[in-house]
Every structure is written in C-alpha cells, then in structure tokens.
C-alpha cells in the first residue's frame, strides 16, 4: 500500500504499490514511479520520468523531463537532474547475455547538491561528490571530487565551483 503523504500525482502517471512519497512532492505527466522507491518532500519529477525499483531519492531533489533513475542509482538531498539526462547501471550491457536482478547493477551515489546537466550520461558505477557540477552534454566516467566542474567526453575536471555553481 501507498503510505498516504500530501503530494501531488498527475494523473497520467502510474505510481507502483510500496511506494512512498514525501509531504510536497509533485511528479508531473507521463511518469513511472516502480515498486519499492523512496522520495523524500517537496521534490519535482518532470515529466516522461522513470524512478526504477528500490531507487532512493532525497529531499528537495528536482528532476527535469525525459530522465530514468534506475536502479542502483541513488541522490542525495538537492540533487539536480537536468532535462534528458541519462543514468546506466550495467557497465557492459549485452542483450545476448542478460544481466537482470539487483546483483548485477553498479551502484551509482549522487552526493548532495550536486547538478548534471542536461542530456549528460553518468557511466556507472562512480559518485559524483557534494555540491559538483556536470556540464550539459558531458559523459562522466570516473568519481567526481566534491565542488568539481567537469566538462567534455570523456569528462574531465575543469575548475571548482562554489555552493551556488559560480566557478572559484
Ligand atoms: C565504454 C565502456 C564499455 C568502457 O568500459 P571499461 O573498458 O571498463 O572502461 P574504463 O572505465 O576502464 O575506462 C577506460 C577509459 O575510457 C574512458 N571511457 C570509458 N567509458 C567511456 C565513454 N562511455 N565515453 C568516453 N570515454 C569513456 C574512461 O574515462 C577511461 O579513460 P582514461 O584511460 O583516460 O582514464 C563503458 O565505460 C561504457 O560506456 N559502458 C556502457 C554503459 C551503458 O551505456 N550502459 C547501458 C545499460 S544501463
């Protein structure tokens, strides 16, 4: 059963059973929200969005159109998912050797704060470090330091930013 919280659901959404959604939290047109998630309040999930089985995700996170969080994939409070951006959790997908099941998936952690943005892809199996900023368009490859701006496929450390993302 859904743990019944004040948040808000569209209706064109499917919310799975086992499910439970912060106080605040709006999940907008066309999303999927799968068994056994956890969001905390006052998040925004965009839409066409998909948050996989067992996904965790903090307080306050905003998630933009067109992006999946899937499992193995967990962020932290104020975490920031530009639009279309995407997440992996198999490093080597083959479709002639499936790789179904939790065991399988590389855990990818985004620390608090942190921003992707938009259209950029997050290789598995690394975290991105509190307050760091990943440019549009980048592939992220490798565990980003905390307030590290990271450009450019593959990506690369390029500067710091401070809390509010200005370059230092
Ligand atoms: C390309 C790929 C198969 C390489 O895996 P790997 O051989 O284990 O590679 P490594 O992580 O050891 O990285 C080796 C180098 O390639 C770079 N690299 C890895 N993946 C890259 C990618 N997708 N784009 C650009 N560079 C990449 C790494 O930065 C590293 O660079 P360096 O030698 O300068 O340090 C893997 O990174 C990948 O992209 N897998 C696809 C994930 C995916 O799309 N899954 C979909 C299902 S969820």
Request: charged fraction near 20%.
């Amino acid at each position: 059963m859904n743990k019944i919280n004040k948040f808000f659901i569209h209706k064109s959404s499917f919310i799975d059973e086992k499910v439970d959604i912060g106080d605040g939290t709006k999940i907008w047109h066309f999303s999927h929200i799968q068994n056994g998630a956890v969001i905390g309040k006052n998040c925004s999930i965009g839409q066409n969005v998909n948050i996989g089985n067992n996904v965790k995700i903090g307080n306050k996170v905003k998630i933009q159109n067109n992006v999946s969080i899937y499992e193995g994939v967990e962020l932290e409070d104020y975490v920031f998912c530009g639009p279309s951006m995407v997440f992996t959790n198999i490093k080597l997908p083959r479709s002639e050797f499936p790789q179904r099941g939790a065991r399988y998936y590389s855990k990818t952690l985004v620390k608090k704060s942190a921003s992707i943005g938009a259209n950029a892809t997050i290789v598995c199996g690394i975290t991105i470090g509190e307050y760091a900023m990943i440019g549009s368009g980048s592939v992220v490859t490798k565990d980003v330091p905390p307030y590290s701006l990271i450009i450019g496929n593959p990506g690369k450390i390029v500067g710091k930013v401070d809390k509010k993302g200005n370059r230092i």
